[in-house]
C-alpha cells in the first residue's frame, strides 16, 4: 500500500469522516493485494494519529489533518522530522535549501505499510530553523519530551449506565490477549458494547460503569489484572541523559497522548518483535519513558 499517497490525499483533502477513510485505506490496501482486517486498519489510522500526522475524534467519527511541524528528535545532533500536512511539492522545496533524507519504511508481508519519514539536516540550527518557516512549517522543538512532561495520568471520571438489556456485550479476555469474549456484566474490567454501528467501550469497577476508549479502558483493565509491561533498555547516554529502547508488552495500548510522546522521539512507528510480540521504542530519553509510564500507573522496569 502506499501510505505516502494516502497521507498526501489527506493533506489535500483535510479533513472527512472516518468510516469514509477507513473504507478508502481498505480499497488501497487490497489494491496491493493486502487484505486488512478492521483492527488492523484502525491500529493504522491510531500510528497515523501518534506520528503527529493527523487528529482522530471517535465520538464525532472525523478526522483533521495536522498542520505541518518540524519536530527536533531527542539528542539527534539537530535532526527534525515533519509531522502533519504533506502536500505535493513540500519536499521538494526544502530539498533546496536543507538536506532532506526520506527513510521508506520496510513493509511486511501482508500488512499494512507505514507512511515515510521525512528528517531533515541543515548546516547550523538557524538555517534549518528559517528554512521550514520560509515554507509555512512551524518549528515545534522537542514534542516528544515537551508532551511527557504534560502527560495527565489516565482517569475514569465521566459515569456511565450499565448496558441495556439487549445490548451485546463482550469483555475484554482474562488471559492478557486483546480479545472480547461474550459475557454478562459481571466482574470489574472493560466491556465492549457491540450494539451499534461503532463500538463502544465502557469500565466496570466496584459497582460502577464509566466511559473510556479503548487504550484507556486496556491499560485499567491491566492495572485490574496486575499486569506489568514497561521495560527501559539503556543504548548510550547524552550529558546527564540516558537514551535508549522503551519495551511494552504485546497487551499494552498506548492513548493517543502517550503513544505520540514515544513515536515522536525517533519518528517511527516502533518494532514488533517476530518473537515475543513486544514493541520496541527507539532513541527514548528515560525521562521521557518515566513519564510516559507514570501516566498509565504503571512502573518502568530496567
Wanted: glycine share 8%.
Amino acid at each position: 500500500m502506499d501510505a505516502d499517497l494516502l497521507l498526501a490525499w489527506m493533506s489535500e483533502t483535510g479533513s472527512g469522516d472516518i468510516d469514509n477513510l477507513r473504507s478508502r485505506i481498505t480499497w488501497l490496501a487490497r489494491n496491493s493485494d493486502v487484505n486488512p482486517k478492521k483492527y488492523e486498519v484502525g491500529r493504522w489510522m491510531r500510528e497515523l494519529s501518534a506520528l503527529g500526522h493527523v487528529e482522530l475524534d471517535w465520538n464525532s467519527g472525523r478526522w483533521a489533518i495536522a498542520p505541518p511541524a518540524a519536530v527536533l528528535l531527542p539528542v539527534s545532533g539537530g535532526t527534525v522530522a515533519l509531522t502533519g500536512l504533506r502536500r505535493k511539492g513540500l519536499i521538494e522545496l526544502l530539498s533546496e535549501t536543507v538536506a532532506v533524507h526520506i527513510e521508506r519504511p520496510n513493509q511486511t508481508e501482508g500488512q499494512l505499510a507505514p507512511v515515510s519519514t521525512i528528517l531533515l539536516q541543515a548546516d547550523s540550527f538557524g538555517e534549518l530553523i528559517s528554512a521550514v518557516r520560509s515554507v509555512g512549517v512551524s518549528y515545534v522543538g522537542n514534542a516528544a519530551e515537551k508532551n511527557a512532561d504534560r502527560l495527565p495520568p489516565i482517569s475514569l471520571k465521566t459515569a456511565a449506565g450499565p448496558p441495556a438489556r439487549n445490548d451485546r456485550v463482550e469483555k475484554l479476555s482474562t488471559d492478557g490477549a486483546l480479545r472480547f469474549v461474550t459475557s454478562r456484566p459481571s466482574g470489574n474490567g472493560l466491556y465492549k458494547i457491540a450494539n451499534y454501528k461503532k463500538p463502544i467501550y465502557r469500565f466496570y469497577k466496584m459497582g460502577r460503569w464509566y466511559q473510556c476508549d479503548f487504550p484507556t479502558g486496556v491499560m485499567f483493565d491491566r492495572l485490574e489484572k496486575g499486569l506489568k509491561g514497561f521495560r527501559f533498555v539503556r543504548d548510550r547516554v547524552s550529558g546527564d541523559e540516558e537514551i535508549g529502547r522503551l519495551i511494552t508488552d504485546p497487551g499494552v495500548q498506548l492513548p493517543v497522548l502517550q503513544a505520540r510522546a514515544l513515536y515522536l522521539c525517533s519518528a517511527v512507528p516502533p518494532e514488533v518483535s517476530r518473537v515475543t510480540g513486544d514493541s520496541i521504542f527507539y532513541n527514548v530519553p528515560r525521562s521521557v519513558a518515566i513519564s510516559v509510564s507514570k501516566s498509565v500507573h504503571q512502573t518502568l522496569e530496567d
